[in-house]
């Protein structure tokens, strides 16, 4: 038993020392409504009242009275405010984006909290680090250009698609494609006869 102690308390140290090369992960925990951050080997209180949080890599965003807030110092805790009457949002390593009323937002600033409108009226949206793709029908687009609020359309007849680190697939029937290019949409056919597939994409 005094092993399996000794055993948690190395991995809470690791997780929790920032000397520590096990400092790869970003901790937040929920406590009757408070939020708290795991900075500097202690618990942090960031705000009381959340409904709920995300998390990933060096990014914590957290929702309050319909209010969408982002952490910007992971060491202080503080936080701005990002939108009010936010419906829902995504968050992976260095990237945000969320709903109000059906229209599609991302972060553009992470110090200050600001956010830009770059779709509207979607259908649904997924979230990766350094990538967000969207659909609207069965149209899927992505974000060229997250400072500028810019996006291109990528295909037309999407079933499905998944978003992961600066990557996009999506099938087509039974075809999966990559996109290639961020910048003009522009995609190539991986593998025909395809019935699923995965991709890792918080970070």
């Known amino acids: 038993m005094k092993t399996l102690a000794r055993l948690a308390l190395v991995f809470f140290a690791a997780c929790v020392n920032p000397n520590s090369s096990a400092l790869e992960s970003t ?21 009381t009242n959340v409904t709920d ?38 968050v992976a390593e260095g990237t945000v984006a969320y709903v109000r009323n059906n229209d599609l937002y991302v972060i553009t600033d992470y110090s200050a909290g600001t956010s830009r409108a770059v779709a509207f009226s979607i259908s649904d949206y ?11 029908s069965d149209t899927l687009s992505l ?9 291109v359309q990528v295909s037309l007849d999407v079933d499905d698609y998944e978003v992961g680190d600066r990557t996009v697939v999506y099938r087509k029937g ?20 395809v019935s699923e597939y995965q991709m890792s994409n918080r970070q």
């Open 27 to 47: 901790m937040a925990f929920l406590k009757s409504g408070q939020l708290f951050i795991i900075s500097t080997s202690r618990a942090r209180s960031v705000k």
């Open 126 to 136: 997924k979230v990766g680090p350094g990538a967000v793709a969207y659909r609207i």
């Open 53 to 90: 949080f995300q998390v990933a890599r060096g990014t914590v965003a957290f929702t309050s009275a319909g209010g969408l807030y982002l952490v910007t110092d992971l060491n202080s805790g503080s936080f701005v405010l990002v939108q009010d009457g936010v419906s829902d949002y995504d």
């Open 174 to 193: 039974s075809s999966l494609y990559l996109v290639t290019d961020f910048n003009s949409g522009a995609s190539t056919l991986i593998q025909t006869g």
């Open 143 to 151: 974000v060229s250009n997250f400072a500028k609020a810019a996006t």
